[in-house]
């Protein structure tokens, strides 16, 4: 038949190429994070570390005031918050070394170390409340907000130890990125379409999950 004939079926030529609609799976690597919801594991750990550093150097900090003063054959001694509640620094200091040693552990050790970071903050709290109560004449109202500031920090170092174990066990170790496991699933298969979940664990490895 004539490629001129004005007879020739509308069904025998080529459709146009329209654009693929949203959804499908030409569309799918620019939705691909649409399945991920929530802080990724890095930024989780990198979050708990803060918190458990921040609450350590607020209780330790509160606990170098100077918590009462007393006179004695007229000579004044002041007395610190390590002085009235010793347990106070020590356990911000347990808390400030835990917090770093949760990017050096993995798995069961670093959930076991996030409870023993809780219990450390908790502990400090009660510490501090326990030196403010025995605080000789009664605490003045500048003690009372050194007290309460070390409750806080406490609370601020619990709240990091409680993260880690509850998701520590998900988060990434320290030099994770220079170790391969036996077989990775890959972030972009053939099609082009690319695996959240896959994307996130290269990225946490230190991979491309753009390259195949």
């Known amino acids: 038949m004539p490629a001129d004939d004005p007879t020739t079926p509308a069904a025998a030529l080529p459709e146009k190429a329209g654009p693929a609609p949203a959804g499908t799976a030409e569309s799918g690597p620019v939705q691909a994070g649409s399945g991920e919801s929530g802080p990724s594991p890095a930024y989780q750990l990198g979050a708990a570390v803060v918190l458990c550093v921040l609450g350590a150097g607020l209780v330790w900090y509160l606990a170098s005031r100077v918590w009462t003063a007393t006179l004695v054959s007229g000579v004044k001694t002041d007395e610190t918050g390590a002085d009235v509640a010793p347990l106070v620094p020590a356990l911000a200091l347990v808390g400030l070394a835990a917090g770093g040693a949760l990017l050096a ?3 069961l050790f670093r959930r076991i170390l996030g409870a023993f970071v809780m219990v450390a903050g908790l502990a400090a709290g009660v510490a501090a409340v ?6 000789p004449a009664g605490p003045s109202s500048k003690v009372t907000v050194y007290m309460v500031g070390c409750v806080l920090g406490g609370i601020v170092i ?3 130890g409680l993260w880690a174990l509850r998701l520590g066990h998900r988060w990434p170790a320290m030099g994770a990125r ?17 695996d959240a979940r896959a ?5 946490d490895r230190g991979d491309d999950p753009t390259n195949r």
């Open 178 to 194: 220079y170790e391969r496991g036996a077989t990775t699933a890959p972030a972009v298969d053939d099609d082009g379409r690319v």
């Open 158 to 160: 619990a709240l990091g």
């Open 130 to 135: 326990i030196g403010w109560t025995s605080v």
């Open 105 to 107: 552990t993995r798995g």
């Open 199 to 203: 994307a996130w664990d290269a990225l």
